[in-house]
């Protein structure tokens, strides 16, 4: 008789556990190292394929895009040196401007101002100014007809010149009582001198807009005006001006009415070129300058 126990007559206690069984153990497999040189994402993709995974190829990086063109500019010379900076950032951020820019771009401002204090540069000032309260409520074809006419009374603008005019005269020319008041006052600010010219480079638009109000006759949109036709200041807003509303009702709200706040909200993106976008809103319009 074997002394040998069956399977069926052994202990429970008796029967090895799996847990206790040896694991046949190998040698590591070694580590994937990519060469010198390559690409690591190649050896990944290559291991995770070795066993037996599914792993997407890497996505090549896209093309880059190609520079868009640049627009050239058809500016004239003597423009202010902010200029064409001011055009491009314009064109950037508004799509009625980066129509009209270079539609019109050969009209851009011209400033009248060539320097300040005493001699020339007083004289055009004056002569920016008096032509804009010549040219005050009536039609840009009457003003230049009226100011021809006030012109031939004088051998030069200038206001020591037109304190020296009779009144009879300046009424023969055409220019109303309350023109010709205005004119003689603002040849006296002129001769007497109140106005603070040779600080203007240094004094902010609404400093010199004050300063300039202080004249008689001259309301603030003739001073905003001046900043830009004369000392062409780049930031300018003239809500007070008829064509600049119409301007952005018609290229921003299909010509239906605008409000000072309408337009005002739309401005806000032409910051800090406000003078520059005025002027191409004026262009759109045909508009003349009035000084």
Same mark, same amino acid.
């Given at each position: ?26 040698? @590591? ?30 996505? @090549? ?21 902010? #200029? ?62 009226? *100011? ?14 037109? %304190? ?23 040849? %006296? ?10 600080? *203007? ?19 603030? #949109? $003739? ?26 009702? %018609? ?18 993106? *032409?910051?800090? #070129?406000?003078?520059?976008? $005025? *002027?191409?809103? #004026? ?9």
């Amino acid at each position: 008789m074997s002394a040998v126990k069956h399977l069926d007559t052994m202990d429970f206690e008796q029967l090895p556990l799996v847990a206790d069984l040896p694991v046949p153990m190998g040698p @590591a497999a070694p580590l994937p190292v990519a060469p010198l040189g390559s690409s690591g994402a190649v050896s990944l993709t290559e291991t995770a394929v070795s066993a037996g995974k599914t792993v997407a190829s890497p996505k @090549a990086a896209p093309a880059p895009k190609a520079a868009a063109a640049k627009i050239n500019l058809a500016l004239p010379e003597g423009v202010p040196a902010y #200029w064409e900076e001011a055009c491009r950032q314009l064109m950037r951020r508004d799509r009625v401007l980066k129509r009209l820019i270079p539609q019109l771009s050969s009209q851009a401002l011209l400033p009248s101002g060539s320097g300040f204090g005493q001699g020339q540069g007083q004289d055009q000032a004056f002569a920016t100014l008096a032509r804009s309260i010549v040219g005050q409520q009536i039609s840009a074809k009457s003003a230049k007809t009226l *100011w021809n006419k006030f012109a031939k009374l004088l051998i030069e603008m200038q206001p020591e010149q037109v %304190l020296k005019l009779k009144v009879d005269d300046m009424r023969g020319a055409g220019l109303s009582a309350r023109k010709v008041d205005y004119l003689v006052d603002l040849a %006296l600010h002129f001769t007497e001198n109140r106005l603070r010219m040779d600080e *203007w480079p240094e004094m902010g638009d609404d400093e010199i807009i004050a300063e300039l109000m202080s004249i008689r006759g001259l309301s603030r #949109w $003739t001073a905003e005006n001046f900043l830009i036709y004369y000392l062409a200041r780049p930031n300018v807003l003239a809500l007070d001006d008829a064509g600049l509303i119409q301007g952005i009702s %018609l290229n921003y709200f299909s010509g239906d009415p605008v409000s000072r706040s309408d337009a005002r909200e739309v401005a806000e993106a *032409w910051k800090p #070129w406000c003078t520059v976008a $005025t *002027w191409y809103i #004026w262009r759109s319009l045909e508009a003349q300058p009035v000084a």
